[in-house]
């Protein structure tokens, strides 16, 4: 079981970034997905989450209107758009799944760095 996030980087503020996180070892259709991150000092924090159907995206108030969150079922892969980059998005990110929807997250990505610069 495997979940492999990508497509962090350094940025300046305002930048975009596509996150990846592609999924092996597991149904990935069966699995309700999420990204989270966690920045220096600081506890990890929900990001966006999505539905094994790919409805019902829900996103934290912080980046709500600059993030989307989306999944391609027959690439068994998670997508995480991030648009208009601010300094205090900077963290790692990590993406995560669960088969029940009000569950925990039970599987988790090793995590990709997203750095931005003001």
């Known amino acids: 079981v495997q979940l492999q996030a990508s497509g962090g980087g350094l940025v300046q503020a305002g930048q975009s970034l596509r996150l990846s996180c592609i999924a092996s070892?597991?149904?990935?259709?069966?699995?309700?997905m999420g990204w989270f991150r966690q920045a220096p000092g600081k506890e990890r924090e929900f990001v966006a989450a999505?539905?094994?159907?790919?409805?019902?995206?829900s996103y934290a108030d912080s980046v709500k209107g600059r993030f989307t969150i989306s999944r391609d079922n027959a690439k068994n892969t998670l997508y995480l758009q991030m648009n208009s980059l601010k300094p205090e998005d900077a963290a790692v990110y990590y993406c995560?799944?669960?088969?029940?929807?009000?569950?925990?997250?039970?599987?988790w990505g090793q995590g990709t760095l997203v750095t931005v610069s003001s």
């Open positions: 995560a799944g669960k088969t029940i929807l009000t569950g925990n997250y039970n599987i």
């Open positions: 070892g597991i149904p990935f259709r069966t699995y309700h």
């Open positions: 999505i539905a094994r159907g790919g409805n019902g995206p």
